[in-house]
């Protein structure tokens, strides 16, 4: 089993919809928790970190479940604009890993 | 301008001619690392480096090598390149070791393909 599991997509989604994505990691020891987002073989860019709490940003919504290992990314008024990768990214002890990402595609 | 840089951008080469890929970063960053991407097997660790003289293997350390002699400075080694190291690679770096919520920086990319 991979230690970050995500589901690869695509996600093909009206402009406007509201989307969720969930990673699942495998190592209760995993201590950080990001998403992160990549456009076409471009460099990764942090979206935002991810709370035990949840956390916000303008239409940004994370969660972390760690009873349940998971971590989630909501996306509401979805744009033209947010077509990209998501990647989730748990950091474990010293070591940096990621999930393979969620293709997700806007259509007008 | 906060940056991390990476030189080459991309590379074409031949198997077994020895290559070196440079990372700088001017953002007085502790930890730094090297991914390396290809499509279905997403981003994955080769080293990492918690600070000056300290280095680390990641995930695919096999027929890397890094050094860390300065702090801005991390590059990484192909001794004898062969064709499955094909593929893009990032240098990162962040303020601090990855157990904070510090962000990670990353450079533009390296293309390498080795025929």
């Given at each position: 089993r991979k230690e970050v599991e995500q589901d690869?997509?695509?996600?093909?989604?009206?402009?406007?919809?509201?989307?969720?994505?969930n990673c699942t990691y495998s190592n209760s020891a995993s201590q950080s928790f990001f998403w992160?987002?990549?456009?076409?073989?471009?460099?990764?860019?942090l979206l935002m970190s991810v709370y035990s709490s949840g956390n916000e940003d303008g239409r940004f919504t994370a969660q972390?479940?760690?009873?349940?290992?998971?971590?989630?990314?909501?996306?509401?008024?979805?744009?033209?604009?947010?077509?990209?990768?998501y990647l989730c990214v748990?950091?474990?002890?010293?070591?940096?890993?990621?999930?393979?990402?969620t293709r997700l595609h806007i259509l007008p | 301008?906060?940056?991390?840089?990476?030189?080459?951008?991309?590379?074409?080469t031949v198997t077994g001619k020895k290559l070196t890929v440079t990372c700088s970063q001017n953002m007085?960053?502790?930890y730094m690392s090297?991914?390396?991407?290809?499509?279905?097997?997403?981003?994955?660790?080769?080293?990492?480096?918690?600070?000056?003289?300290?280095?680390?293997?990641?995930?695919?350390?096999?027929g890397?090598?890094?050094?860390?002699?300065?702090?801005?400075?991390?590059?990484?080694?192909?001794?004898?390149?062969?064709?499955n190291q094909t593929s893009l690679y990032f240098c990162a770096s962040s303020l601090a070791p990855p157990q904070g919520s510090d962000e990670q920086y990353f450079g533009p990319g390296t293309r390498l393909t080795v025929t």
């Open positions: 690869p997509g695509p996600f093909n989604v009206p402009e406007g919809a509201t989307v969720a994505f992160y987002r990549q456009d076409c073989r471009k460099e990764p860019k972390l479940n760690r009873a349940s290992q998971y971590i989630s990314l909501l996306i509401r008024d979805s744009k033209l604009s947010d077509s990209a990768t748990v950091n474990r002890d010293d070591k940096i890993i990621f999930g393979k990402g | 301008e906060a940056q991390v840089t990476q030189n080459p951008r991309y590379l074409i007085n960053h502790e090297w991914y390396r991407q290809d499509p279905g097997l997403g981003l994955r660790q080769i080293y990492y480096s918690m600070n000056v003289e300290a280095t680390d293997k990641g995930d695919v350390p096999e890397y090598k890094v050094s860390r002699k300065e702090k801005r400075n991390f590059p990484l080694i192909l001794e004898s390149p062969s064709p």
